[in-house]
T-cell receptor
Framework: DAGVTQSPTHLIKTRGQHVTLRCSPISGHKSVSWYQQVLGQGPQFIFQYYEKEERGRGNFPDRFSARQFPNYSSELNVNALLLGDSALYLC??????????????FGPGTRLTVT | GENVEQHPSTLSVQEGDSAVIKCTYSDSASNYFPWYKQELGKGPQLIIDIRSNVGEKKDQRIAVTLNKTAKHFSLHITETQPEDSAVYFCAAKGDSSYKLIFGSGTRLLVRP
């Protein structure tokens, strides 16, 4: 069984550029959440999507956006990149967005470096 | 606001000894508490979780305890092995929330 997959694994961008990160959830899972993990810290919640709709948003600026596709895969977009956006971006998959569906399974992440 | 504090930040134990990591949460509505293990270059791996209607849960060498009154929960690893070396994160989630609130992590080193 394939777990959560993310692409690319590593990315280097320049300040002001735009980036798109991709995630495919575990087969059968319909909800995807995005987290940002800065070096040495715990993951911080960015978004949750279920059935192509945003169900939750963390304390991140509007430069961050996401969407979910009919096959439940998801993209995270970040515009006007800042040095502080350098982090590991994690995608987490869960069965659905039912608040009783608690377990979230993480992918390997995309390491974004902004220079 | 919502917050999860985790201690210690680093923990070094001899192989075969036990390790305990402790977390405190602020939101009394939290009712789900997972623990994740993160190895270098990898995403967090769910290793055990507990819900607020349970006080203790065990899975082989790992166990988690929850004290709702004190808003504390802890991870216990017995008979530690070198492959247990990693960063461990606790997290909390409430019924009305879609997000996990993570602690700051504990770097566990098991010395052979």
């Amino acid at each position: 069984d394939a777990g959560v997959t993310q692409s690319p694994t590593h990315l280097i961008k320049t300040r002001g550029q735009h980036v798109t990160l991709r995630c495919s959830p575990i087969s059968g899972h319909k909800s995807v959440s995005w987290y940002q993990q800065v070096l040495g810290q715990g993951p911080q919640f960015i978004f949750q999507y279920y059935e192509k709709e945003e169900r939750g948003r963390g304390n991140f600026p509007d430069r961050f956006s996401a969407r979910q596709f009919p096959n439940y895969s998801s993209e995270l977009n970040v515009n006007a990149l800042l040095l502080g956006d350098s982090a590991l971006y994690l995608c987490a998959s869960s069965l659905n967005a039912n608040i009783l569906s608690y377990e979230q399974y993480f992918g390997p992440g995309t390491r974004l470096t902004v220079t | 606001g919502e917050n999860v504090e985790q201690h210690p930040s680093t923990l070094s134990v001899q192989e075969g000894d036990s390790a305990v990591i402790k977390c405190t949460y602020s939101d009394s509505a939290s009712n789900y508490f997972p623990w994740y293990k993160q190895e270098l270059g990898k995403g967090p791996q769910l290793i055990i979780d507990i819900r607020s209607n349970v006080g203790e849960k065990k899975d082989q060498r790992i166990a988690v305890t929850l004290n709702k009154t004190a808003k504390h929960f802890s991870l216990h690893i017995t008979e530690t092995q070198p492959e247990d070396s990693a960063v461990y994160f606790c997290a909390a989630k409430g019924d009305s929330s879609y997000k996990l609130i993570f602690g700051s992590g504990t770097r566990l080193l098991v010395r052979p």
